[in-house]
């Protein structure tokens, strides 16, 4: 679990700094060709913001410039606003070519189009807000996991409809996979949903981080000290020892920081201490435990990832680290953006960057 941003800077006051503009040198997402627009050749941050200071924001990783440029929503939609210095930036997903951005505390729903980042639609700010992620579930509508349950969304009016009676509490992450939803809650742990009425499958207890999906259709998410593989066509699971405790992020939600590959069927999880991120990323190929003797990325002394902390780009087939100082105040205004063989664990190549930005997860096409 990490510490909130309330809680890291409570210790502290620092003056108010700009954010400024960087040129260093789940779950589903629909890919879409690039060279489709100004955005498709790269890929998203979205970062929670500097909680008191300033507004969280978007940022793009080029492909095409090797370089990153925050605050991209504000570029393309002068006046708009992803909500307030009160309120944390937290999820995005590409969704049929929709960027969807979930902030909690109060925050907006926010909607752009992927390739232009023009705002197409949102729910307002409102201070009942405290949203979580998004799923999409077919052309006309999705789900939304909020602090307080789950609510059926229509896409092309973002009205919601009442809560799941099957979800209870905080939700969290989802992935659809086949016929059926996968919900990380605090209460019940992993619930599954049938997709077609959203009735009650099954549920996992003890399960506080998801969710992976390998290409075999396993949906992974971990516990305790156990990586459990779900099967999503019998719900079957099985389950492998991890040398660590997972600790969860219900006190401070953030995405799950576990990710897969698309090429084989490896899951990638993140050692998060209990108040912030990881200094080490494990790597588990299925049917082989071994690999989990020690870590597969060990980070540079005192750098640890920040929010989801690492996900895999199945464009470019590399892992993707967000690099935060660690030790809070300044340090906090200290990045990195790293990329690493998925297969090696070498550091392919790290973009340092300044700014109290606190990214909370890389958003793929």
């Known amino acids: ?47 929670e913001g500097w909680f008191g200071h300033a507004i969280g924001s978007v940022s793009f990783y080029s492909t095409e410039t090797l370089s990153i440029t925050d605050s991209i929503f504000t570029t393309e939609n002068p006046g ?28 907006p729903l926010v909607v752009t189009d992927a390739s232009t980042l023009k705002e197409t639609g949102r729910i307002a700010s409102a201070a009942t807000n ?13 789900l939304v996991s909020t602090g307080n349950g789950v609510y059926p969304i229509t896409l092309q009016t973002l009205a919601l ?41 099954k549920k996992i207890p003890g399960l506080s981080v998801g969710f992976a999906k390998t290409f075999d259709g396993s949906v992974w998410a971990a516990g305790g000290t156990s990586l459990v593989k779900i099967n999503s066509t019998t719900l079957a699971t099985s389950t492998v020892a991890l040398p660590f405790t997972v600790n969860d992020t219900w006190g401070a939600w953030h995405p799950g920081s576990i990710t897969a590959s698309t090429t084989d069927l490896t899951v990638y999880i993140a050692k998060n ?9 494990y790597k588990y190929t299925d049917g082989n435990p071994a690999l989990l003797t020690g870590p597969f990325i060990t980070l540079p002394a005192g750098k640890i990832t920040y929010g989801a902390g690492v996900a895999y780009n199945p464009a470019t087939n590399q892992l993707v680290v967000n690099i ?17 063989n998925p297969i090696t664990s070498a550091l392919i190549k790290d973009l340092p960057f300044t700014g109290y930005l606190y990214p909370a997860t890389p958003v793929f096409h």
Not at 324 to 337: A, E, F, M, P, R
């Open 273 to 281: 201490d209990v108040y912030q991120g990881a200094n080490t990323i």
């Open 80 to 107: 708009a606003k992803l909500g307030t210095d009160k309120t944390t930036l937290e999820f995005g997903t590409v969704y049929n070519n929709k960027l969807y951005l979930l902030s909690k505390s109060g925050g």
């Open 1 to 47: 679990m990490k510490k909130s941003i309330t809680s890291r800077l409570l210790p502290y006051i620092i003056p108010v700094l700009a954010l400024v503009s960087i040129t260093a040198c789940h779950k589903d997402h629909k890919i879409v060709p690039e060279g489709h627009g100004k955005y498709d050749q790269g890929f998203f941050m979205v970062n």
């Open 324 to 340: 935060i100082k660690s030790g809070y105040g300044v340090n906090d205004s200290v990045n990195d953006l790293a990329f690493y």
């Open 130 to 142: 405290d949203w979580r992620a998004f799923l999409g579930i077919d052309a006309t509508k999705g």
């Open 161 to 201: 409809g009442s809560a799941l009676t099957g979800v209870t509490g905080q939700a969290g992450d989802m992935i659809k996979v086949g016929n059926y939803i996968f919900i990380e809650t605090e209460t019940d742990g992993v619930v599954i949903l049938n997709a077609s009425d959203y009735s009650v499958a």
